[in-house]
């Protein structure tokens, strides 16, 4: 019993430290299993209860592995994965009997926190592991301590890990990585996407207020303003009258547009689980591992459930060409619904022959007639476009895209709305733009003889500063400056700049970086000799780094003294600077006496630590808490 209160809570500790990140992930019920598991494990100790024996465990075990089948089912993916390893992790401490399944445990613990890398690669995921792994190594170091303090442990802890991060490091660099995603982990859980193929009222507007990152982009030369930065990623072609659906089926482009002022960029995009990328309107190109449609979308052929990393070239100032099986779709329009706004479409338009005239008549309808630009507009009826015009006269960036293209279709003009985002966050410690799922933004494109596809953003006519400013300026009822506010998102810019520079090294630490980094050192992985001298240049550092620290560790001379020696040490130094000289043949108890008769003030706490030194060093056999006794007296004596 007494070992078990020693060695069972730094375990149960080093497994709930090691599984934390994955609460999250995982179902109510395996939380709540594992927390029970444990609880009941502790209190047995404090208690005295009896711990389930061999059979029960097994019950246990069934028990938990049904509870995974039902709750995963037959697909057993990564979640299911943890999912068992945590329902196994919570019952494995009951059959600890032996120092072996003591062992046994903590490396469970440790293989938990290598599943780290199933959730993320971040900085803060990559520190937390290290924590993770010093909290095991110290649970580690206790159920293999006889006697000893915790303090102690946790600085052989420390030494341990400290000593593992060089050569660590020097692995990273050297040894042959696979291509993609460190293990390939990385892709297991995915962000949430800030658009869908369905475009509704209010699906863009319920993203305001949502600031995850989307992506981030760093510009090859100075970022273009912000009324230019329209970031296209969805084209929506099909309209029944109440929402608009994504074009299916889309060609892959054959003519490239033509144009100027040409802006090249790096994109870093957040997992969103579509098969759609982002870039600045319009892309001219398409990374070799997806495609350009002939909407001018790009497409990826698996969806997006990992961080990825693009370069991409775009033009600001465009014309593009058209076929009649892209023009034909955008002239499509249920056969009724919505005849307040066809009627009101006609009326507007007059004798306009352009489509550019056409165009220019709804927009100042929009700025002439008091049209509210708002997050939360009345709900729309069993026609929406007519209520929109005709009743509530509010909406948000989707009510007034899909307004206007509606119209322009209505007054035989190809038109269809595109979703995306718009602006950008400037970060001034990277150097780069962030843009955020508050910035998501529809806007329509409208077909012109000459010039092809042309952007119109009615929003514009409405919210002009929502172009310029951003949306959190343009609806934004604050006049004065809150400084800490201010501060923190400072302070989020600043660590944002922090763990982006840490990901492009550490997981931008690609398969063909490494090569190019061992072709500069002459150790390319090409062939037999050099993967020969490659592999043999691992194996030198990590014998060199054994050799050093058996050399440091273990010759004779540089043996480190055992904690009982170095307590007594530190009492010795402690009487020499209150004046007693212990003489190399002395005895410790005559060394006390000696004390005593000179200064009986220390003469109680000077018996009680040569009492425990004598006990440690010569019996056999001492109390568990006789070690932690005496490096205490000793910490506290100030004679």
């Not at 003591?102 to 924590?131: Q, W």
């Not at 398409?286 to 350009?292: F, G, K, V």
């Amino acid at each position: 019993m007494m070992e078990n209160r020693r060695y069972i809570p730094p375990i149960i500790v080093a497994l709930v430290v090691a599984i934390l990140p994955h609460l999250g992930r995982l179902p109510f019920w395996i939380i709540a299993w594992c927390a029970f598991m444990w609880g009941f494990l502790l209190l047995s100790i404090r208690s005295g209860w009896p711990r389930p024996g061999k059979w029960l465990s097994r019950v246990l075990s069934v028990i938990g592995l049904i509870g995974v089948f039902l709750t995963y089912g037959q697909s057993f993916g990564p979640n299911a994965f943890m999912g068992l390893l945590a329902v196994m992790a919570a019952i494995k401490p009951f059959e600890i009997r032996t120092h072996r399944d003591r062992v046994i445990v903590i490396f469970l613990a440790y293989f938990i926190v290598i599943t780290g890398l199933f959730l993320s690669e971040s900085l803060i995921m990559t520190g937390y592991m290290l924590i993770s792994v010093f909290v095991t190594t110290t649970a580690l170091i206790r159920i293999n301590q006889i006697s000893g303090s915790f303090r102690n442990d946790l600085k052989l802890a420390g030494l341990i890990v400290g000593q593992a991060i060089p050569l660590m490091a020097v692995l990273f660099l050297v040894f042959p990585r696979i291509p993609g995603s460190f293990f390939g982990l990385s892709r297991l859980y995915t962000a949430r996407t800030g658009f869908s193929d369905v475009l509704r009222p209010g699906s863009v507007a319920r993203l305001v207020e949502d600031k995850a990152i989307a992506f981030r982009v760093t510009f090859d030369e100075p970022a273009p303003p912000a009324e230019k930065r329209y970031w296209r990623g969805i084209v929506f072609e099909r309209f029944d009258g109440r929402q608009w659906y994504a074009a299916k089926g889309t060609p892959l482009l054959r003519d490239y547009p033509a144009g100027d002022d040409r802006v090249s960029y790096t994109v870093n995009l957040e997992p969103h689980n579509q098969r759609w990328l982002f870039a600045l309107d319009l892309p001219l190109e398409a990374p070799r591992w997806t495609n350009l449609r002939a909407d001018y979308t790009l497409r990826t052929v698996r969806p997006v459930r990992q961080k990825i990393r693009y370069r991409m070239t775009s033009l600001i100032d465009y014309r593009t060409r058209g076929t009649s099986r892209m023009i034909e779709p955008a002239l499509q329009l249920p056969p009724d619904g919505n005849p307040l706004a066809r009627d009101l479409a006609r009326q507007l338009a007059g004798n306009a022959g352009s489509a550019v005239e056409k165009a220019e008549r709804i927009m100042a309808y929009f700025k002439s007639r008091n049209f509210v630009y708002t997050l939360q507009p009345p709900p729309l009826g069993d026609h929406p476009v007519d209520d929109f015009f005709t009743r509530t006269r509010s909406g948000y960036c989707e009510h007034y895209a899909s307004a206007f293209a509606f119209m322009m279709r209505a007054l035989d003009v190809p038109a269809r709305v595109v979703g995306g985002y718009l602006g950008g966050e400037i970060n001034p410690y990277g150097n780069y733009l962030l843009i955020r799922q508050s910035h998501a933004h529809v806007w329509v494109e409208i077909w012109q003889e000459d010039l092809g596809w042309r952007r119109v953003d009615p929003t514009t006519a409405v919210m002009p500063d929502r172009i310029s400013t951003g949306m959190a300026s343009a609806l934004s009822r604050e006049t004065g400056k809150r400084p800490l506010a201010a501060f923190f998102n400072r302070l989020k810019l600043r660590w944002d700049a922090v763990s982006t520079a840490w990901e492009e090294w550490f997981t931008g630490y690609s398969h063909e970086e490494q090569q190019a980094l061992l072709d500069r050192l002459g150790l390319a992985w090409q062939g037999w000799t050099r993967t020969a001298r490659l592999l043999g240049l691992v194996l030198a550092i990590v014998t060199l780094f054994a050799v050093g620290y058996s050399i440091y560790f273990f010759l004779p001379g540089r043996k480190t003294e055992d904690k009982i020696t170095r307590g007594y040490r530190q009492f010795l130094k402690k009487m020499t600077r209150a004046g007693f000289h212990k003489q190399p043949a002395q005895a410790a108890g005559d060394f006390a006496r000696e004390i005593c008769l000179k200064r009986p003030d220390l003469a109680e706490t000077v018996n009680e630590i040569t009492r425990l030194y004598v006990r440690l060093r010569f019996q056999k056999e001492a109390e568990e808490n006789t070690l932690s006794r005496f490096q205490k007296a000793i910490r506290v004596f100030t004679p």
